[in-house]
């Protein structure tokens, strides 16, 4: 990392930027689980508390998996990551609704070769047409039942935790286990894998360009293959930028760690020259790779995923009475112009603005209310996969019969981590590691996104992956502690 006091200071403010954040999270996400007991608040919260002090101590003093073999510890997470995943397949007979039902039933129309069968308001929406096509190409391959989404959905379970653990191991390779292991065992995406949904296959590029971008600032910066690296993170980006939108912050975070956190030459104008070639790389293969994704998807259905519009969710993001929540009034707007594109995102997007002009103190009001709503709440892997299953007997009947008890699990895993989240983020700092820098510039830029558009709990999905990478050095940091490390 750079010396000069820019950089620093740089690097500073990140820091104590997401640690506002997670200060702001854990004390909505606090309030969250502390709703839901509604009677014994006090007791389940002291009861908590013990069980997570128990788990970190445990956890420390077995050192995280770290005196197991390589190959007993690969054994052991695979086994973590696929049976509570395959065992909430087996027992909850989760069916596409909402959302998820319409993708479904375009996936079915792709793998029937009638690629133009979506419901008229996906117009307005681009990026869900790669998902579309995705799903499609499974359901072409294995037979067009939302089985064959769940099942690979867990198959990219296990891909996500061996990136989780090489990202923890480029920051530092004693984090990189407890990582696994909280990524395994991580309750809302166990249970968000019979969802028909995008997220777990936006995760898996998502992560990998991240991987790459580690390996570029901590290992080839001064050399040529680090020009192939950014190529081909920009590339993952863009898969990923097809998937789900978000990824796209990608490009401006490595963009910024570029330019303040590597030096190339004493030379002023050789340093920018690199710096500027460096960020036009990554820059240029995203938006060239996007487009060639685009191409045959915009061939056969007529939609072109690379154009993006914000005004739809800015405006249900501004929506006061609706929390900045999905509501019919806003979505009216889509028929209202007749599902066009440009016409309902560039409207949307006035009536956003006058909404914040009218009363930017509400605006900003609300703003806060919505982190409880996207950052604070755990729910959505049980919610959704649950909300349209059949009651059913045995362990369905039983999941279905104890939400509280779902949600709880939920909940404090989340506490846990976003605690040694807090942790491994002052860890970083205090040791000047810069790979965390990345990551708090896409979770800052996450953060603020959201704070102007539509929230919902799943939303914050892909930022997790990101707080259990920096819990693992969180974790890592307590068992230093315990050993009076250096």
């Known amino acids: 990392m750079q010396s000069s006091k820019l950089s620093r200071g740089i690097y500073a403010f990140l820091a104590v930027g997401v640690t506002g954040i997670l200060l702001l999270i854990g004390a909505f996400a606090v309030k969250t689980y502390a709703d839901i ?13 013990v069980l997570t002090a128990a788990v970190l101590f445990a956890g420390s003093r077995l050192d995280w998996g ?23 397949v087996y027992a909850v ?11 479904h039933n375009y996936g079915v129309a792709v793998a029937r070769g009638d690629f ?70 991580w309750p809302a995406q166990i249970m968000y894998c019979t969802v028909v949904a995008a997220e777990n296959s936006f995760l898996v590029p998502f992560l990998a360009a991240i991987y790459v971008l580690i390996r570029f600032f901590k290992y080839h910066t001064q050399s040529s293959r680090g020009y192939a690296l950014l190529v081909l993170a920009g590339t993952l980006t863009a898969i990923a930028q097809a998937l789900r939108p978000m990824a796209m912050v ?31 790389l990554v820059s240029l293969s995203y938006f060239v790779v996007l487009k060639l994704i685009s191409l045959p998807i915009k061939e056969l259905s007529g939609i072109d995923i690379t154009r993006s519009g914000t005004g739809y969710n800015f405006l249900v993001g501004t929506n006061y009475e609706a929390n900045g929540m999905f509501n019919q009034e806003d ?29 930017p103190v509400r605006f900003l009001k609300l703003a806060v209310k919505k982190v409880h709503f996207q950052w604070g709440k755990e729910n959505y892997g049980y919610y959704w996969s649950v909300i349209s299953a059949g009651s059913g ?52 830029a996450m953060f603020l996104a959201y704070s102007f558009l539509e929230v919902q709990p799943r939303y914050h999905m892909p930022a997790v992956p990101l707080f259990i990478i920096l819990a693992g050095l969180g974790a890592a940091e307590i068992k230093g502690m315990l050993t009076k490390e250096k």
């Open 37 to 49: 007991f509604t009677t014994g608040r006090l007791f389940f919260l002291a009861v908590s508390l």
């Open 66 to 88: 770290n005196r197991l073999s390589f190959r007993a510890f690969a054994l052991l997470i695979a086994i973590l990551t696929l049976a509570p995943r395959l065992f909430w």
């Open 93 to 103: 007979g989760t069916v596409p609704f909402s959302d998820f039902l319409h993708l």
């Open 116 to 185: 133009t069968n979506y419901v008229d308001f996906y117009a307005c929406f681009p990026f869900k047409f790669g998902f579309g096509f995705l799903v499609g190409g499974l359901y072409a391959l294995f037979g067009p039942h939302f089985l064959v989404v769940e099942l690979f959905n867990v198959l990219l379970s296990l891909v996500q935790v061996l990136l989780v653990y090489r990202i923890a191991w480029e920051i530092r390779p004693e984090s990189a286990r407890p990582a696994a292991l909280f990524y395994a065992l």
């Open 250 to 280: 990608l490009v401006p975070a490595a963009a910024v760690c570029i330019l303040f956190f590597i030096t190339y030459h004493k030379s002023m104008g050789r340093n920018l020259a690199r710096k500027a070639l460096c960020i036009l």
């Open 331 to 359: 979505f009216s707007i889509i028929a209202k112009y007749d599902f066009d594109f440009d016409r309902v995102h560039s409207e949307a997007g006035k009536l956003a603005m006058q909404r914040i002009k009218e009363d």
């Open 393 to 444: 007997t045995g362990p369905e009947g039983f999941i279905k019969d104890h939400p509280r008890a779902f949600y709880a699990v939920s909940q404090l895993h989340y506490l846990m981590i976003l605690l040694l989240m807090l942790l491994g983020c002052y860890a970083a700092y205090r040791r000047k590691i810069l790979a965390p820098a990345l990551l708090w510039l896409v979770i800052g």
